[in-house]
């Protein structure tokens, strides 16, 4: 049973900004949540990982309001290079709970 | 951060075989996570690799299957034992450096079974 929700797919235009949206209902005290990029033939990459409110680094930005019943991982200014699948993770320190990895989000980027 | 590699990177194996698949961290780290991902599918956590005793496995998984090891703090292996075509995936490693919780993984395994 998956513990995150996000759309199946969604399409963008280079230069625009693009929100991908996670819902979480159940989260734990103790999760964070992570999210990674994946491209084909490769295994996931790291991007950003919060508790809550906001978290930005050089690569995006991840809003997470106060119930933390859902969350936001915010990419600036996508390029071509951006297409790839993007998964949201609940992950918490002490690892008691099973690591699930939902769908993902397949995103793509258009000229 | 954490650099890991896997080894073979793809391989093409006979039904009834067995295949090792070696994944070597450039640091050391805490936990060491094997998954298995279909093309164009999520991951599935098979187990958790933990130094100096028994692997931790997910429901659907097994050691006879799936035997583990993990002799230290930078290298596991995973062997996926008397392969059937349904076994035919991409297996990948990952870890979690010492501090941080963000996983770092390999680049994956393809695996075909004939």
């Known amino acids: 049973l998956a513990k995150t929700t996000q759309p199946i797919s969604m399409d963008s235009y280079e230069g625009q900004e693009v929100n991908i949206t996670c819902s979480h209902n159940?989260?734990?005290?103790?999760?964070?949540i992570t999210w990674y990029q994946q491209f084909p033939s490769q295994g996931p990459r790291f991007i950003i990982q919060?508790?809550?409110t906001k978290v930005t680094n050089e690569v995006a930005s991840l809003f997470i309001p106060a119930d933390r019943k859902s969350s936001t991982l915010s990419l600036p200014r996508v390029s071509l290079s951006d297409t790839a699948v993007y998964y949201c993770?609940?992950?918490?320190?002490?690892?008691?709970?099973?690591?699930?990895f939902g769908k993902g989000t397949r995103l793509h980027i258009l000229p | 951060s954490a650099v890991i590699s896997q080894k073979p990177s793809r391989d093409i194996c006979q039904r009834g075989t067995s295949l090792t698949i070696q994944c070597q961290v450039d640091?050391?780290?805490?936990?060491m996570f094997w998954y298995r991902q279909q093309p164009g599918q999520s991951l599935t956590l098979i187990a958790t690799?933990?130094?100096?005793?028994?692997?931790?496995?997910e429901s659907g998984f097994v050691i006879d299957k799936f035997p583990i090891s993990r002799p230290n703090l930078t290298f596991s292996t995973l062997t996926v034992s008397n392969m059937s075509p349904e076994d035919s995936s991409i297996y990948l490693c990952?870890?979690?450096?010492?501090?941080?919780?963000?996983?770092?993984f390999g680049p994956g395994t393809r695996l075909t079974v004939t």
């Open positions: 640091s050391q780290v805490t936990m």
């Open positions: 993770l609940l992950d918490a320190l002490n690892r008691d709970d099973k690591i699930i």
């Open positions: 919060g508790y809550k």
């Open positions: 159940n989260i734990a005290t103790n999760d964070y």
């Open positions: 690799a933990n130094q100096g005793s028994e692997a931790t496995y």
């Open positions: 990952s870890a979690t450096p010492l501090g941080p919780y963000e996983q770092y």
